[in-house]
């Protein structure tokens, strides 16, 4: 199996987790210096020798730059924007958008973390979005009388 890896960032953001316990130092609005990493995969190589040329990665960078650079997470998607759900999310739109071998996606917000996504269903598969899922646990919640 043939891999590649590409780091994007640092992209300068803000977020506040929300409906954490009191206290809960991520409940406050703070910042980070996110780094973003992809990898793809492919048993075969295309005519140049490459699983995807890196050159053709630079529409993802341009996306997480207009969209998460110098943003409020907060304010650019619906739904909790912790490491774990912006992992899933960038590793959705990339192969929703540009149908890359996508097998993982990373999502750092400090130099000693990650939170890595990995699709269940398969190298460059979309099982459930973020937005399905988040429409899903609040229906459950909802239909056992619980308000999120």
Request: glycine share 8%.
């Amino acid at each position: 199996m043939n891999t590649i890896t590409k780091e994007f960032g640092p992209l300068c953001l803000s977020h506040q987790l929300l409906g954490l316990e009191e206290g809960h130092k991520c409940m406050r609005l703070h910042g980070h210096n996110v780094a973003v990493r992809v990898v793809l995969v492919s048993p075969d190589l295309d005519d140049h020798g490459f699983v995807v040329d890196y050159g053709d990665l630079a529409p993802l960078k341009d996306w997480l730059w207009d969209r998460f650079d110098h943003r409020h997470l907060n304010e650019r998607v619906d739904f909790q924007p912790s490491a774990e759900l912006m992992a899933k999310y960038v590793y959705e739109h990339a192969v929703r958008e540009f149908g890359w071998p996508v097998a993982s996606v990373g999502w750092s917000e400090t130099p000693a973390t990650w939170a890595l996504y990995t699709s269940s269903a398969g190298i460059g598969k979309i099982e459930e979005t973020v937005e399905q899922k988040v429409a899903r646990l609040l229906a459950e919640a909802e239909a056992h009388g619980a308000r999120p």
